[in-house]
């Protein structure tokens, strides 16, 4: 079975600070990983996956899989990055996806 | 990328009743999912729509309750059979594009009563 874990439900922080969402999963074989983010008032989108290692709008996630973590990092968060955020895990090869149960960030000025 | 739309954006239905959604996809795509976002929490997935065949269903839901067709490549309908009021939820379709990422449509809103 594959879960994936965000531990934190909400995340406020000031705009120019830096934020970390956490995400932790089990999966016994060879995962992919990726966030997805929903803006307010928007549909879900890919922000980034492991598999690319892309910086997409300031955003970095790594995947290690010794502590099974993919945490989303970004170091000067802005307005604009206010959203709610999910994780999520598919095993390779198959595009079903288990969704964390998101974190809801908001940047404060 | 893949335009998606879903049919109705939101509805408000009776217990005991159906909801038939569409969800169109503005390109041709082989992979295409139905979600479900029950409130306050995260989406799940219910099953994998495949053309041609019947779908594949996660645990815990059933062709009966879910009944989805897949006529062709660019479209979907998922029914919600016999509502009740644990059924309100957002529903999601998505579809994998090109480059194996996925897209997802707007959801519909469904509020039962």
């Known amino acids: 079975a594959q879960r994936v874990t965000q531990p934190e439900k909400l995340l406020s922080v000031f705009k120019g600070a830096p934020v970390e969402l956490k995400c932790n999963y089990s999966?016994?074989?060879?995962?992919?990983l990726f966030w997805y983010v929903q803006y307010s008032r928007q549909r879900l989108q890919l922000l980034l996956r492991?598999?690319s290692r892309e910086s997409i709008k300031g955003f970095t996630a790594d995947l290690n899989k010794g502590e099974t973590s993919f945490h989303l990092k970004k170091p000067f968060a802005q307005e604009e990055d206010s959203a709610m955020y999910y994780c999520?895990?598919?095993?390779?090869?198959?595009?079903?996806?288990?969704f964390g149960a998101g974190t809801t960030v908001t940047v404060r000025a | 990328s893949a335009v998606i739309s879903q049919k109705p954006s939101r509805d408000i239905c009776q217990r005991g009743t159906s909801l038939t959604i569409q969800c169109q996809v503005d390109s041709q795509v082989t992979m295409m999912f139905w979600y479900r976002q029950q409130p306050g929490q995260s989406l799940t997935l219910i099953a994998t729509a495949n053309q041609g065949s019947e779908a594949t269903y996660e645990s815990g839901f059933v062709i009966d309750k879910f009944p989805i067709s897949r006529p062709n490549l660019t479209f979907s309908t998922l029914t919600v059979s016999n509502m009740s009021p644990e059924d309100s939820s957002i529903y999601l379709c998505s579809v994998v594009g090109d480059f194996n990422e996925q897209f997802f449509g707007p959801g519909t809103r469904l509020t039962v009563l």
């Open positions: 492991h598999i």
């Open positions: 999966y016994s074989g060879s995962p992919e």
């Open positions: 999520a895990l598919s095993a390779r090869g198959d595009y079903k996806l288990s």
